[in-house]
């Protein structure tokens, strides 16, 4: 079955850490863009990280600013998302997402595998 699951979201204060984690089943993981994005109520879905291991490529969105951490562990086929210093602005369903293009990673379109979410509520 190919599907992607995550884990790992949940209340922080502000300033706190968490760490998101995926697990990919059904597909050539090593080979794929993995992709996590993120959608706030009433926003549009919002690219958050990307990476593709072949090529080393890894690509941030700018609200990240050095706050967040996208790695993958290709033998247990996850890919995490280490969130640092976070903020109140940072709360919303985080999803993780497979592609196989790298062309526009920081679009939803470039994807075709979707999670169902994880929710990162983050307080002041």
């Known amino acids: 079955q190919v599907q992607l699951v995550e884990s790992g979201g949940g209340l922080v204060q502000a300033g706190g850490s968490l760490r998101l984690s995926c697990a990919a089943s059904?597909?050539?993981?090593?080979?794929?863009?993995m992709g996590w994005f993120r959608q706030a109520p009433g926003k549009e879905r919002e690219f958050v990280a990307a990476?593709?291991?072949?090529?080393?490529?890894?690509d941030y969105g700018d609200f990240v600013k050095g706050r967040f951490t996208i790695s993958r562990d290709n033998a247990k086929n996850t890919v995490y998302l280490q969130m640092n210093s976070l903020k109140p602005e940072d709360t919303g369903v985080y999803y993780c997402?497979?592609?196989?293009?790298?062309?526009?990673?920081?679009?939803?379109?470039?994807?075709?595998?979707w999670g169902q979410g994880t929710q990162v509520i983050v307080s002041s």
């Open positions: 990476s593709l291991w072949t090529s080393g490529s890894t």
């Open positions: 059904g597909l050539t993981f090593s080979r794929s863009i």
């Open positions: 997402a497979a592609g196989n293009i790298w062309i526009q990673v920081r679009m939803p379109e470039e994807y075709n595998l």
